[in-house]
């Protein structure tokens, strides 16, 4: 079964510079894709960021980037220029490649950005 | 951009009651599935479904949780006779090469 972990319960940054979002998984599949998602408090699960494990170059979106390191199974987000409206839960979570794969979801970091 | 919605967005119930979480997935979508979350814990996986049919279930969703595909267009999740640890926040999510997530449905258990 695969797992995912983020060691990280809690996160605090300054607005305006960069924080740093770590998970690890675990997994024996080679093919699966990962997912950064963002929980604000209204609790709606807005997806930030989509990497397929086949791609070796690092997915971005605007101040969103990954480091997707595939042979030590790691998948860090780093937010960039942070904003008070990045303040929230994110969770880190894995899918394998297939039809009907469900989500496996990290326990989550909270992310606070103090003005 | 194409949205899952939910309905309702709250949901008291007593202990024992039967409940029915509805979502309505994106059209052209062919997967659905259920997640719920109970507050401040992670994201936990109920069922996929597809083709009419359940693909995958959890360990949680056992025989008091049912699904169903009624009308070609409405997904619910029943829950038969609901306990006081059932309490927590159902997400539907339809897929076509990621999963959308619909807002929610806050279930409160008395």
């Known amino acids: 079964a695969q797992t995912v972990t983020q060691s990280q319960p809690e996160m605090s940054v300054q607005e305006a510079e960069t924080v740093t979002l770590s998970c690890t998984y675990d997994t024996s599949e080679n093919n699966y894709y990962l997912f950064w998602y963002k929980q604000p408090p209204s609790r709606q699960m807005i997806l930030v960021i989509r990497?397929?494990?086949?791609?070796?170059q690092n997915a971005t979106e605007n101040r969103f980037s990954v480091n997707f390191q595939k042979a030590a199974k790691s998948f860090s987000l780093k937010i960039s220029d942070s904003q008070l409206g990045d303040t929230a839960m994110y969770f880190c979570a894995f899918m394998k490649e297939g039809g009907s794969e469900k989500l496996v979801f990290g326990k989550g970091t909270k992310l606070t950005v103090n003005p | 951009e194409p949205e899952v919605t939910q309905t309702p967005s709250h949901q008291v119930t007593q202990m024992g009651q039967e409940v029915i979480l509805r979502c309505v997935p994106i059209?052209?979508?062919?997967?659905f599935y259920w997640y719920r979350q109970i507050l401040g814990q992670k994201v936990e996986f109920l069922v996929s479904?597809?083709?009419?049919?359940?693909?995958?279930k959890s360990e949680i969703f056992d025989d008091q949780f049912s699904v169903e595909r009624p009308d070609g267009s409405n997904f619910t999740l029943k829950i038969r006779s609901t306990k006081l640890e059932d309490s927590a926040m159902y997400f539907c999510a339809s897929m076509a090469f990621r999963q959308f997530f619909g807002p929610g449905t806050r279930l409160t258990v008395l």
């Open positions: 479904f597809y083709n009419n049919e359940i693909s995958e």
């Open positions: 059209s052209n979508h062919l997967y």
């Open positions: 990497q397929e494990a086949y791609k070796q």
